[in-house]
């Protein structure tokens, strides 16, 4: 109880930068939630998507993020998958923009003390990194949109098998760039 | 200023430099890949390219950010302006972190820790007011090959040997990927001298030794103070004659004057009790404070004059500084002063010991709360040695006693009353009992040991 009271009385001390951070998290998990949660939302799960929105952001360094990034893929797997829904490019690329988003927020509000003074430079050379990525991913879904023939490809067995190879690879490269010395 | 014999404290990373033990990777980092990974099997087993778009921000931020990751951990330094701050003074301190990487840190956090009585305040970064100070983090940019300073800057508002730092560091790089490993700095010792309440004193001092001074004696001599107009005899010089006086009477007649003479003052400060909080400069005062800064005064106000100087301690550590006089004495005085903590004892020295080492000749200046009944004894002690004796109150007049029951004001009341009752005793054994009011405090009652002196006196041998 005594730590709860020091926690609440500590709250005063939030500084607007790790502040602001926090309602990016939010609000991208919030925007993530909504465009990947198949058909119309009842009030009900509306309210529950704000408190699950809320989480990351109170704790962006905990697991919570992750299980909120895995909630909007799951919901996109079901609404593609077992609604048969066709979402459009426009819902797509906002989708991806949320989740990394949401990622790359929290990562920044997980390293950032809630009341720290924090030197605008930082948020701004933040905001510029994710924005060329952002901007990186979006020519790339273009340009796969453009060779491949549409959202749904038929594989053989062969190439199921070469695509998984090249997506171990692409994880082990991942991993392997995170731990090298 | 420090304590030691640089005002910086400085800590190059250790060893593990080039090592990667240095940095590690963050839950973000976990967290990109898991997603990434997992989207990316579900495009291939499920043949959908929605997916590797939804993967593929994820997946460039890891490649983007790990393609050129940082090895050396950030240089820190603290170091602060060399000044001699008094309470309520200024004081600025400056934390510099140096990023001696190939890559750039998104972000450093430094955390410097300092005493509760240095209200520092970030200067450089950007910040309301009402989001300043108050032992913050301070999270600034570092680019690559660059030393960026975050500098503090605000006002001791309490005397006393402090601490600056030890000041911390971590870097975060690669997008939060990875984060360094603290790097810390020594820590600084600040001496803040205490602020002297305006003092003055008018009033002879009992009894002037030595032959400098600026105190009117009671013997003739060469001296400012006028005695009288006497005949002139051998050895008078010549400027001295009184020339209207010598026509009037036809007789040569000079101008005699008392000489003028210094004094010895010896500040002794009860530290047996203390009283009150203390709440720096602008605050309350305890009796600490309130003590060190009127001996402060004391002090300034008698070496000024040319006097010479000693301050002892009545508590446990018994220190003692040797009498002196000038400017030096008075930044030694300063100095010793900031060591002055309370320190009860159980056995303590009575006024006869202490009076001792104590020159006869002496103006005994004691501040003491006389909280504590030997401080009483000792006074009276002191007294019956033969010592001229100013007792000066520094219990402070805002004092009040916490509400425990319904008892504690009447008991409260009953102290004090017993109090002004041992101050009255005292009076009566010759030493007068004076409030701490700055300018003047001590004009009344040195006017009294004057008298006292002056009168002869059967002296306890």
């Known amino acids: ?181 | 200023m420090s304590q030691g014999a640089s005002p910086e404290g400085d800590l190059e990373p250790v060893a593990a430099a080039d090592t990667g033990e240095n940095w590690s990777p963050t839950r973000a980092l976990g967290r990109a890949v898991l997603v990434a990974g997992l989207l990316l099997v579900a495009a291939v087993l499920l043949g959908r390219t929605d997916l590797v778009i939804l993967a593929a921000p994820l997946a460039l931020s890891v490649a983007f950010a790990l393609g050129k990751r940082p090895r050396a951990l950030p240089g820190l330094r603290l170091s602060t302006v060399e000044s001699f701050p008094v309470e309520g003074g200024d004081l600025g301190a400056t934390v510099e972190v140096e990023n001696r990487d190939v890559t750039g840190y998104d972000l450093t956090v430094v955390h410097l820790q300092h005493s509760p009585w240095l209200r520092l305040e970030g200067g450089s970064v950007d910040a309301g007011p009402s989001r300043r100070g108050g032992n913050r983090p301070y999270v600034t940019l570092v680019p690559r090959g660059v030393a960026t300073a975050v500098e503090l800057a605000g006002p001791a508002v309490r005397w006393g040997r402090h601490w600056l730092g030890p000041a911390s560091a971590h870097a975060v790089a690669a997008d939060g990927l990875l984060v360094s490993r603290a790097v810390v700095t020594g820590a600084l010792g600040v001496k803040v001298y205490p602020l002297t309440d305006p003092f003055k004193a008018d009033e002879a001092m009992p009894r002037a030794a030595g032959l400098v001074g600026q105190h009117r004696s009671r013997r003739p001599g060469e001296g400012g103070e006028l005695a009288g107009v006497r005949q002139f005899g051998p050895g008078d010089r010549l400027r001295r004659v009184d020339w209207r006086v010598s026509l009037r009477t036809e007789r040569l007649h000079v101008a005699a004057t008392l000489s003028d003479r210094d004094a010895e003052v010896v500040v002794l400060l009860d530290l047996l009790a203390d009283a009150g909080r203390s709440g720096g400069i602008g605050g309350a005062s305890s009796v600490l404070d309130r003590s060190v800064r009127a001996a402060a005064a004391i002090a300034e106000h008698y070496l000024h004059r040319g006097d010479r100087v000693s301050v002892l301690e009545y508590g446990a550590q018994a220190r003692r500084l040797r009498p002196a006089s000038g400017r030096r004495q008075y930044l030694t005085v300063l100095e010793w002063l900031l060591d002055a903590h309370p320190s009860p004892t159980a056995q303590e020295r009575g006024g006869a010991q202490l009076a001792a080492g104590i020159s006869a000749a002496a103006l005994v200046v004691v501040l003491t709360p006389l909280l504590d009944a030997r401080s009483a004894a000792m006074l009276a002690g002191l007294a019956r040695s033969g010592r001229f004796v100013v007792a000066v109150d520094t219990l402070p007049t805002d004092l009040t006693s916490p509400p425990v029951n319904t008892w504690s004001d009447v008991s409260y009341r009953l102290w004090k009353a017993e109090r002004e009752n041992t101050m009255g005793q005292l009076g009566e054994h010759g030493v007068p009992v004076v409030a701490w009011a700055g300018a003047g405090s001590l004009d009344a009652v040195l006017r009294d040991v004057s008298r006292l002196a002056a009168a002869p006196k059967a002296v306890l041998r």
């Open chain 1, 1 to 181: 109880m005594k730590q709860l009271l020091a926690q609440v009385r500590d709250l005063g001390r939030i500084t607007g930068g790790p502040l602001l951070v926090r309602g990016v998290v939010f609000v991208a998990a919030f925007t993530g939630l909504l465009l990947a949660a198949p058909g119309e939302l009842p009030a009900r799960l509306m309210l529950g998507f704000l408190v699950l929105a809320v989480i990351p952001a109170i704790a962006p360094g905990g697991i919570a993020v992750t299980l909120v990034m895995l909630t909007m893929v799951a919901m996109w797997l079901a609404d593609t998958l077992l609604f048969g829904a066709q979402p459009s490019t426009g819902r797509l690329l906002a989708t991806a923009a949320a989740l990394y988003l949401l990622h790359n927020a929290a990562a920044l509000a997980a390293v950032l003390p809630y009341d720290a003074i924090v030197d605008n430079q930082v948020l701004l050379r933040w905001a510029v990194r994710s924005a060329l990525v952002l901007g990186a991913a979006g020519v790339l879904a273009i340009l796969l949109a453009t060779v491949l023939p549409g959202m749904y490809i038929t594989t053989p067995t062969v190439a199921l098998v070469v695509g998984l190879v090249v997506v171990a690879a692409a994880v082990a490269l991942l991993t392997r760039l995170g731990r090298r010395p």
